[in-house]
């Protein structure tokens, strides 16, 4: 292991807001190996206002957080939520633990945890939203996306009624494979673009746009961006029937960009977003008419920053 990863690893021992749980307290091994993935709770679990937090205020998650730049951003601008960024990696997510515990933002911390043991972690209705930001779009394997089914249910676990989850992504196969997901289950889309720096840039300018505003005409077949919730979303009010606000969101979705939506945006690639609700009685269903070959065959190769080479995800 490189010399700056291990002072990283030494350094993340000393963050107060990052947790880092041995995985083996949390799997119950004693189903034996057919059992499938049992959990045993973390003591965190539906406590983390009052350990985790000082002050006791609604909990948005962003799963899969890398170097935590959405976590660290909205805690700025909406100090009356706590953010919470998850993701395996400790070297990645020491960059966003040293900046919370530079800058003493109060209402920050960070999980590492495979994202698999979530609901080890959260109680239920504990979580408000959840942002997934560049997740990788696992192109072979379903039940690895963030937004199939097998997830969707461990999200059901914690997320309160109403609960909102943010796509930001590159990959059109995601963000078509969770539409697909939304539709086949009848799930409330928020708001969803497949172009956000394209129209909808022009079309949502923060705090200024009007729930009357007519929508731009679009030449894609997949709905544009929900205006008038968008607009409600930059006003700070709450879209029909949501149960929570999106303040700071919108500004937010233009503003921050993640280390990876800073690589793919360089090789010209759109980000595409979209916002839901996964309030729905009974199992959550595949999307059987999702063409994933298709939307599989359109997803370019994407260049990573540590090999010159473009790779086939
Ligand atoms: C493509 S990166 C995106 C990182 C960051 N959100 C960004 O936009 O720069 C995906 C991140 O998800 C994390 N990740 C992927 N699968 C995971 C899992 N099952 N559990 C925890 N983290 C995971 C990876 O470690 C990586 O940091």
Not at 41 to 64: A, C, R, Y
Request: proline share 6%.
């Amino acid at each position: 292991m490189g010399h700056d990863k291990l002072r990283k690893f030494a350094e993340n021992e000393t963050f107060s807001c990052l947790l880092q749980p041995d995985a083996s307290l949390i799997l119950d091994k004693s189903g034996g190996p057919s059992a499938g993935l049992c959990l045993n709770d973390h003591p965190v679990k539906g406590h983390w206002n009052g350990t985790m937090f000082s002050k006791d205020q609604p909990i948005v998650l962003e799963l899969g957080c890398g170097k935590g730049e959405y976590t660290i951003d909205l805690s700025r601008r909406v100090p009356d939520r706590n953010y919470i960024g998850v993701d395996i990696k400790g070297a990645r997510l020491w960059k966003g633990a040293k900046t919370a515990t530079e800058e003493k933002l109060s209402n920050v911390a960070f999980l590492r945890t495979r994202i698999e043991f979530i609901e080890a972690f959260f109680g239920l209705g504990e979580v408000s939203e959840i942002w997934l930001t560049f997740s990788d779009p696992q192109l072979k394997s379903e039940n690895s996306r963030l937004t199939s089914p097998l997830f969707l249910e461990r999200y059901r676990k914690f997320l309160k009624p109403g609960g909102i989850i943010h796509l930001k992504t590159d990959s059109r196969f995601l963000h078509e494979y969770t539409m697909a997901v939304a539709a086949e289950n009848g799930l409330t889309i928020l708001a969803s673009t497949t172009d956000l720096y394209g129209a909808a840039r022009q079309a949502v300018s923060p705090r200024s746009t009007s729930a009357s505003q007519t929508p731009p005409p679009t030449s894609s077949a997949v709905p544009p961006l929900t205006w008038p919730r968008v607009a409600t979303v930059a006003e700070g009010t709450l879209p029909d029937g949501a149960t929570l606000d999106f303040i700071g969101t919108n500004e937010a979705l233009f503003e921050v960009q993640t280390f990876y939506e800073r690589m793919f945006l360089s090789q010209g690639y759109k980000i595409t977003y979209m916002a839901f609700t996964i309030d729905h009685e009974g199992p959550y269903r595949h999307p059987e008419s999702f063409d994933s070959d298709y939307w599989r065959s359109i997803e370019g190769p994407r260049r990573f920053s540590h090999s010159p080479e473009a790779t086939q995800r």
